[in-house]
């Protein structure tokens, strides 16, 4: 039989882990930490549980494929939601808006808290839907980095419709172009930050991910979102895939212009294919540091990063549901300091993740789990401890006045994660969340691809190579490295 190894159990080695055994291959997986998932992973304390990366799963069909691919009917081994409403919205005037999944539901609110033409929202939902129609097939599900994938009839269709994509402006201008309202623009800007981009940067072509939402919904998958890392490991495990905890990967060993194995912590290990799902940056750097580096791919900007307090509420608040977000006063100013002055802006948004309003059992009775987040630069080596002690008054100052209340006598369990902290446990560059930044609408070819042109055998999966980061894309990511491995 021969011989796979992936190295990292993020959720993009996990499934590619699951692919390469259903086709055949003898599977084993090298983490550097004690468990599985990355950033997709959890933790109890004080008797709240917290997810402490991913919050918003889309998309969950592929997850499922992968039990499929086994013969196991998913249902039996992982099951979720469909939520009705997408996002609690809340602005510093007091406007809030409890933005539905129903399409229609969606138009009507809308147009009435917002006070705009409700043939504009439609209109917009149509386009968006036109974008991803246009172009799922040709970005998402194949490799953008092999010719026959330019030979198809989709792409030419998106081709001569390039007009209707957008790529020629910003989000921003998009959606300003679209709306009346400037808190309506500000809402489908925020779609920008889905993979960690500016929406003054990013093409207009984004404005397809509400499309997904809406179209696909959103779901929460029973007991949180580490049920997909735990249900796919386990799945991995029952088809026969080796996982080494705490074995760090410090070499793929390459002979001839071929991967042959990989060396780490505790020894070396030959391998037919050899995956790689850590960060594409430190897979160059440190574990192919003898080979051409791919130089355009490694100085991409990076996406935005995370400050994240994880906060033990002793208080429920009827308000608030799974997903909420309380905008800032000034959203440009806001990502200019988070691409451009690499630091954090004293009105930020802040997002709350609460899984207790779905799973009871993450909080005590009367209690929440609150995840609150909000976007942040990547790791310059600012110093985070000022920033998280100014940034944690200044979302407290917020949400007291939003929600009319004194949240810190409710805070009774904390612990935080920074950007540094992100790098330093998933070896993500910077602690970049999805890998480089969508600002430039060449952004798409400019990741690396999920092979090497140089090295035989050699493949990577992930956030940071192609389609993107996010759980959907990651696991698309797998899904192409399969399609290009040979069958065993
Ligand atoms: P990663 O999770 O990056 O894991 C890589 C693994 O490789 C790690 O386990 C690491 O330890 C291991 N590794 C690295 N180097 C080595 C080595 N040398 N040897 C062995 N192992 C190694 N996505 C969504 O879809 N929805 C969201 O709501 C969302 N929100 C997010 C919020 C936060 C705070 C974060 C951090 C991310 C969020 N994301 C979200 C993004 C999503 O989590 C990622 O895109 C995805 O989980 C990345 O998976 P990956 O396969 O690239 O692996």
Known sequence: ?????????????????????????????????????????????????????PSLFTMPHFVDELFRLHQKNPVDHFQYIRKEVLCNYFWDDGVKFSAKANKEDFID????????????????????????????????????????????????KAIFQIGKLDIGQSLNTSNKNTFKNDKLVQLFNRYATYNGSSPYQTPGIMSMIPHLEMHYGTFFPKGGMHQI????????????????FNEAVERIVVANNKAGGIESINGNY????????????????????????????????????ALIFYWGISKNFKELDLHNIFFSGDYEKEFEHIFKKKSLYQD???????????????????HENWFVMINAPGNYGQDWESLKNQSRKNIISKLNKILNIDIEKYIVS????DPKGIESSTSSYRGALYGAASNSKFAAFLRHPNFSRSIENLYFCGGSVHPGGGIPLCLLSAKIVDDLIPEA
């Open 109 to 156: 609110d809308a147009s009435r808290v917002f006070n705009e033409p409700s043939e504009n929202i439609k209109n917009y939902l149509l386009r968006s839907k036109k974008k991803y129609d246009l172009t799922a097939s040709l970005f998402l599900e194949k490799s953008l980095h092999k010719l026959g994938t330019y030979i198809s009839r989709e792409t030419l």
């Open 348 to 366: 930020p948004t802040v997002y709350i993740n609460i899984t207790s309003k779905e799973e009871p059992k993450d909080a005590p009775a009367g």
């Open 1 to 53: 039989m021969p011989k796979a190894i992936v190295v990292g159990a993020g959720i993009g080695g996990i499934a590619t882990a699951i692919r390469l055994s259903a086709k055949g291959y003898d599977v084993s997986v090298f983490e550097a930490n004690s468990y599985a998932g990355g950033k997709l992973h959890s933790k109890k304390v004080d008797g709240y549980r917290f997810d402490l990366g």
């Open 229 to 244: 890392t735990e249900s796919l490991v386990e799945l991995a495990k029952n088809v026969g895939v080796n996982f080494y």
């Open 270 to 305: 030959d391998a037919d294919v050899v995956v790689s799902n850590m960060d594409i940056y430190p897979t160059f750097k440190k574990l192919l540091s003898r080979e051409r580096q791919p130089k355009k791919v490694l100085v991409q900007e990076r996406s935005s990063s």
């Open 414 to 417: 904390e612990f935080i994660l």
